[in-house]
């Protein structure tokens, strides 16, 4: 097959040790590829080497040490051992600002790609971008040493389509999305995949289909979730419990499933559905068009750490409390439940706004990593739950990991204020929990609950 030996051993490189590039060199290491990690950040291939891997997913440590200590996984600074590979794999950070792609690091991988790309290997680019930037950016700089796309080597696109907390298990089992520059770029992706992973595979009649694949998706999550919070704030206005009517409405059939309205909570972050729209809304309105949807969508989920906070002091308030008096414990920064990922977390804003209104705020989340959380926050997290609990007026529960779902608030009943209220941003307690919170003198109040 062009841009693949059709038997034998697989070797990869990956370009970008970040989220993505880890675990995915990680899980080919696993199944017998031999691989390369490649990353410009001295610092991180130190730790690496070291075993002090730095980003917290379920497993993904482990395994990347496995493979170090197998050898079927190196990671060095050097591109070198790219013209050695058969297949080439860009996940490097594509950030947005302002709307538009920060394409430096992008650039700086393809330039130095091409001048050790050769005959006969398979490029396949993972970073998510806007579409038409593989076939206007990346290709003319991979071409730059004089091998030509589609002839010399191959160009695939295969958006990754990972979620955090469970990207191992979805490398493994997610079906692989493929687009190719030309037809035997895409055969040749796909066979990889299928070769090494065993996964089924969508194939896309262009590099911009696959592109749009996963702007898609982000889209629908967020303009979905965005949907989710307006009806939380209407349903607190009107007393009636957001969950239960999400649970009911999600019973109607429609289309191929069900009606599905995802959960509110106090906010969207990660590295993905806070920029993968606005790589959709800057694609339109390059060529002239405006999408209404996103910029809405975008402002609604980004009101809700402030929207959140608000609630918080308003909690306070009824139990007779002015901010300035007040400890709050914060229990989870991350941005989701079940990660220690810091990146665009709402909780930052959340607890910048109690911090500015005056409150003692204590901070714990055993995932994350407690010099990145000082950094990010400006606050040194406590070591436990009791200590962040001691005292506390109001405990916001603002990421639900299994660590914080295993503590029972009822035991630290004694520890927290007389008067103490749960503000739940993204536990999602059901009423028998509730009902026993306020049996034991808390209050409760939920987003929309």
Not at 207 to 233: C, P, Q, R, T, Y
Not at 366 to 394: K, M, N, Q, Y
Not at 420 to 436: H, K, L, N, S
Request: hydrophobic share 45%; charged share 25%.
């Amino acid at each position: 097959m062009k841009f693949l030996p059709e038997q034998g051993d697989l070797s990869a490189a990956v370009i970008g040790m970040g989220y993505v590039g880890s675990a995915t060199a990680a899980v080919l290491a696993d199944v017998g590829v031999d691989v390369v990690g490649i990353d410009v950040d001295p610092d991180l291939i130190d730790r690496l080497e070291r075993r002090r891997f730095r980003l917290s997913e379920p497993g993904l440590p482990e395994l990347l040490y496995r493979g170090l200590d197998s050898g079927r996984l190196r990671v060095t600074t050097d591109y070198g051992p790219v013209s050695d590979v058969d297949v080439v794999i860009v996940a490097v950070g594509t950030p947005v600002q302002d709307t538009e792609l920060v394409d430096v690091y992008l650039r700086a991988a393809c330039a130095e790609l091409s001048k050790r790309l050769r005959k006969g290997q398979l490029v396949i680019l993972k970073s998510t971008v806007p579409p038409g930037v593989p076939r206007k950016l990346v290709a003319p700089l991979l071409q730059g040493d004089g091998l030509t796309v589609g002839e010399d080597f191959g160009l695939a696109f295969c958006p990754e389509r990972l979620s955090e907390g469970r990207a191992l298990h979805e490398l493994r089992t997610f079906p692989m999305v493929v687009g190719g520059w030309c037809a035997d770029s895409g055969a040749a992706a796909a066979a990889f995949w299928r070769r090494t992973l065993g996964v089924e595979i969508v194939p896309c009649s262009s590099l911009e289909s696959a592109e749009m694949v996963k702007l898609a998706g982000n889209w629908w999550i967020d303009h979905n979730i965005a949907l989710a919070n307006d009806l939380a704030k209407l349903c607190a206005t009107l007393n009636v419990d957001v969950l239960e009517v999400i649970a009911a409405a999600n019973t109607m059939p429609k289309g191929s499933g069900n009606v599905n309205i995802l959960l509110p909570s106090v906010g969207v972050g990660g590295s993905c559905l806070t920029k993968d729209p606005w790589m959709v809304w800057r694609a339109a309105h390059d060529r002239g068009l405006e999408l209404d949807t996103i910029p809405v969508a975008r402002k609604v989920n980004d009101s809700m750490p402030g929207y959140t906070a608000d609630l918080i002091i308003e909690e306070l308030a009824r139990l007779g409390r002015r901010p300035e008096q007040a400890k709050i414990a914060v229990l989870g920064v991350a941005f989701k439940n079940n990660t220690g990922d810091l990146r665009a977390t709402p909780t930052l804003p959340v607890v910048s706004a109690l911090l500015r209104s005056g409150a003692e705020v204590a901070v714990y989340d055993p995932l994350a990593d407690p010099g990145e959380v000082e950094r990010v926050f400006g606050l040194t997290p406590v070591r436990t739950a009791r200590e962040a609990l001691a005292g506390a007026d109001c405990v916001a529960v603002l990421a639900l990991h299994d660590q914080i779902a295993a503590i029972d608030l009822v035991a630290f009943r004694e520890s927290v204020a007389p008067s103490c209220v749960i503000v739940d941003g993204r536990a999602y307690y059901p009423r028998e929990t509730i009902d026993r919170f306020r049996r034991h003198g808390f209050a409760y109040r939920g987003i929309g609950r």
